[in-house]
């Protein structure tokens, strides 16, 4: 049996037309954007052309579009810039549940004189909009909550909160880093003022992402050079790359709608199968408001690190719930916000699907989850004392 990859929320295979649509530009349109000569015009024509794309995509306008090295250096850009504009004035309102490029950036700023209120979640992952009115205050300078979270997939009612800020006057930042080819993203009915995607998230090349800026929100670059990207962002264009992104944006919105309904049929079909087979095991994330790609698992009396580790023996990829922290399994920020017990959170898992799974590898990872899950537990003195104070 071949290998199955189920990590698609870590990164994406390239799409071949993404490649075909990048090939000219690696050594024959490969002029710099910012020379005058018909090389450059070339590379210019190209990445205008790529701008456009993107805006329609987004319901946007191409000015509002600023190309990035990743969705990384999106957040950063809207955290920090927002922040420096608004010297003396530092309050962001974000939730506990944020990506680390939301997180660690907030924590940085805070020796600086960023205030920052981490909005708890909900069992499921939810932020309550009502929390984002409450958190407001008269030196937010932002609100800045992701669209949907990579590791457990619950997806935000973002329209409502973007309500809420509209009416505070204060810009809505979200993280769609995980929605491209999953969620509508037209900017408008989102509600949201900043938005921040990364090409490698779907189908698209690495080291190349977008942050949408609407008109008359302002913010400082953080990269300071040339006067690349109307000087917001300095830095010879990576014109392979945003060709590229365009395209796989273009793909991603165009096949959104089959895209779901073949992930939501196979992820359900694999939940169904593991929940079926595997005992003392939860689903985590949102029951109906998830990516329609994503199985998160939490397993009693197994350790996520060891699940991930005997799946990948078997040539099952997945993703571990928990980051391994100096040898000590320390859950994620996720699924502590959650309110997971500690010992139920060690034991998780995350799967996420993509447009090449298929029905039987699926069930291959179901059937190579439950045996391995059956094949740790044989071995586990805590299981088997459990089931007897348990009875089972
Ligand atoms: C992957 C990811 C990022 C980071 O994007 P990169 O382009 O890999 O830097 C940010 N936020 C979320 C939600 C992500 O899934």
């Known amino acids: 049996m071949g290998r199955v990859y189920l990590d698609h929320a870590a990164t994406t295979p390239v799409d071949p037309a993404v490649v075909a649509a990048m090939q000219p530009y690696w050594h024959e349109t490969f002029g710099n954007p910012s020379s005058i000569h018909a090389f450059g015009r070339e590379a210019r024509a190209a990445i205008d052309t790529a701008r456009d794309t993107v805006a329609r995509c987004l319901g946007a306008r191409p000015e ?40 660690t950036t907030c924590q940085h700023l805070a020796p600086l004189g960023l205030r920052t209120t981490y909005l708890p979640v909900d069992q499921h992952g939810l932020v309550d909009p009502d929390d984002v009115r409450r958190a407001i205050d008269r030196e937010t300078v932002l609100v800045s909550v992701m669209y949907a979270n990579n590791e457990i997939g619950t997806i935000q009612p973002l329209a409502e909160i973007g ?31 900043f938005l921040s995607i990364s090409a490698h998230k779907f189908y698209g090349p690495k080291g190349v992402g977008v942050l949408y800026a609407r008109t008359g929100t302002r913010f400082a670059p953080l990269l300071y050079g040339g006067g690349q990207e109307r000087g917001l962002r300095a830095g010879t264009e990576n014109v392979a790359g945003i060709v590229g992104l365009a395209k796989a944006l273009a793909l991603a919105v165009s096949g959104r ?54 799946l990948d023996l078997l040539g099952i990829a ?32 995350r799967f996420t699907l993509g447009r090449s799974t298929t029905a039987a590898e699926v069930d291959q990872a179901a059937d190579a989850f439950a045996d391995t899950v059956a094949r740790l537990r044989a071995m586990s003195p805590f299981y088997a004392d459990a089931m007897r104070t348990r009875g089972r």
């Open 64 to 103: 509002e579009i600023l190309f990035t090295s990743s969705g990384t250096e999106a957040n950063n850009t809207v955290l920090q810039g927002v922040f420096a504009t608004n010297l003396g004035r530092g309050h962001v309102v974000t939730s506990a549940i944020e990506h680390h490029a939301i997180l």
């Open 163 to 193: 309500r809420i800020c509209r009416e505070a006057g204060v810009p809505f930042h979200t993280d769609a880093v995980q929605a491209p080819g999953m969620l509508p993203l037209r900017v408008d009915d989102l509600g949201v003022d």
């Open 257 to 310: 709608d089959a895209a779901v309904a073949q992930l939501t049929a196979l992820r359900d079909r694999f939940i169904e199968s593991v929940l079926a087979r595997v005992e003392h095991c939860r689903l985590n994330g949102h029951p109906t408001q998830r990516l329609p790609n994503n199985a998160h698992f939490s397993v009693e009396f197994v350790e996520g690190e060891a699940l991930l580790l005997n």
């Open 318 to 349: 997945a993703s571990s719930g928990s980051a391994c922290m100096s040898g000590a399994q320390e859950p994620s920020h996720v699924l502590q916000a959650i309110g997971l017990p500690r010992e139920v959170a060690v034991g998780s898992i």
